[in-house]
């Protein structure tokens, strides 16, 4: 599956962006798509993933009743609603594909199809 990442931008703090992952195929039932996030000088991480099979949303503590991930299975998009954004969430926002096991959704090697990055700057 190829993914595009696209949404990204300029926002001020408190403000609110979409993400959009769109994939060459169906991802429900087939791939697990999750959103990371890499900031200059740390390591890539888990921002929220939605499973292939049961569609159960996962999120970091961190951006928990803020971010919502969503697929629509028509358009083969899976989203990142983000709301009440802060500085601390600029980075380069990526999606992609895999089939990880339960309690590993937040382990970027377990995932296989990555889109090439969005970035996300928020303004203070």
């Known amino acids: 599956v190829q993914l595009q990442a696209s949404g990204g931008g300029l926002v001020q703090a408190g403000g609110s962006l979409r993400l959009s992952c769109a994939a060459s195929e169906r991802t429900a039932n087939r791939y697990t798509v999750g959103w990371f996030r890499q900031a200059p000088g740390k390591e890539r991480e888990l921002v929220a993933a939605i499973t292939r099979s049961a569609g159960i949303s996962k999120y970091a503590d961190s951006v928990k009743g803020r971010f919502t991930i969503s697929r629509d299975n028509e358009k083969n998009i899976v989203y990142l609603q983000m709301n009440s954004l802060t500085p601390e969430d600029t980075a380069v926002y990526y999606c992609?594909?895999?089939?990880?096991?339960?309690?590993?959704?937040?382990?970027?090697?377990?995932?296989?199809?990555w889109g090439q990055g969005t970035l996300v700057t928020v303004s203070s």
């Open positions: 992609a594909a895999g089939r990880p096991a339960h309690s590993a959704y937040d382990l970027p090697g377990l995932y296989y199809n």
